[in-house]
T-cell receptor
Framework: DAGITQSPRHKVTETGTPVTLRCHQTENHRYMYWYRQDPGHGLRLIHY???????DKGEVSDGYSVSRSKTEDFLLTLESATSSQTSVYFC???????????FGEGSRLTVL | QKEVEQDPGPLSVPEGAIVSLNCTYSNSAFQYFMWYRQYSRKGPELLMY????GNKEDGRFTAQVDKSSKYISLFIRDSQPSDSATYLCAMSAGTGNQFYFGTGTSLTVIP
């Protein structure tokens, strides 16, 4: 158990509504990541953080923002959800930027 | 061209068989290689982590990296029904916090 909790685990929302997903870790790891997983695309990086208030964009960052005000929490926000953001979202953590990634259980988001 | 290519399968084998899972990649800068197992509706679970070329063994699992061919493999010996899952390869150059994932191979081990 990597000590990662994602919430909510399931959410159904409507197009145009804001959504925030939360990732909480108990490991005090420096690096945190948000990925989305879609059939045929695998895992794709949305945003990552290398410390409190230090974040950067990943491969598919359009339409997403993140915040990290505490080491243990990394929030992913969809300002105005679209149907193309229907996906399973995974949070991951690592000790170093070259180290092993440990994943949470995922948050399944459906945008109607 | 995708950074990482992985045959999606599905792969179905009888219990006890040796399973070979493979990924190819295009970026010669990749140095860190990982294999993950993902059960349905669960998060990926790290199985193997290797640096550079060579083999690494852990129980029934062996990871091989051939950087000259840009090819990595995961072997599962004496496969069990509990090994039924999707296996993801991942790799990194060690810069920029970028990990590149294959799309996963679905494996079913039949009792």
């Amino acid at each position: 158990d990597a000590g990662i909790t994602q919430s909510p685990r399931h959410k159904v929302t409507e197009t145009g509504t804001p959504v925030t997903l939360r990732c909480h870790q108990t490991e005090n790891h420096r690096y945190m990541y948000w990925y989305r997983q879609d059939p045929g695309h695998g895992l794709r990086l949305i945003h990552y953080s290398y410390g409190v208030k230090d974040t950067d964009k990943g491969e598919v960052s359009d339409g997403y923002s993140v915040s990290r005000s505490k080491t243990e929490d990394f929030l992913l926000t969809l300002e105005s959800a679209t149907s193309s953001q229907t996906s399973v979202y995974f949070c991951a953590i690592s000790v170093t930027y070259t180290g092993e990634l440990f994943f949470g259980e995922g948050s399944r988001l459906t945008v109607l | 061209q995708k950074e990482v290519e992985q045959d999606p399968g599905p792969l179905s084998v009888p219990e006890g068989a040796i399973v070979s899972l493979n990924c190819t990649y295009s970026n010669s800068a990749f140095q860190y290689f990982m294999w993950y197992r993902q059960y349905s509706r669960k998060g990926p679970e790290l199985l193997m982590y290797t640096y550079s070329s060579g083999n690494k063994e852990d129980g029934r699992f062996t990871a091989q990296v051939d950087k000259s061919s840009k090819y990595i493999s995961l072997f599962i010996r004496d496969s069990q029904p509990s090994d039924s899952a999707t296996y993801l390869c991942a790799m990194s150059a060690g810069t920029g916090n970028q990990f590149y994932f294959g799309t996963g191979t679905s494996l079913t081990v039949i009792p």
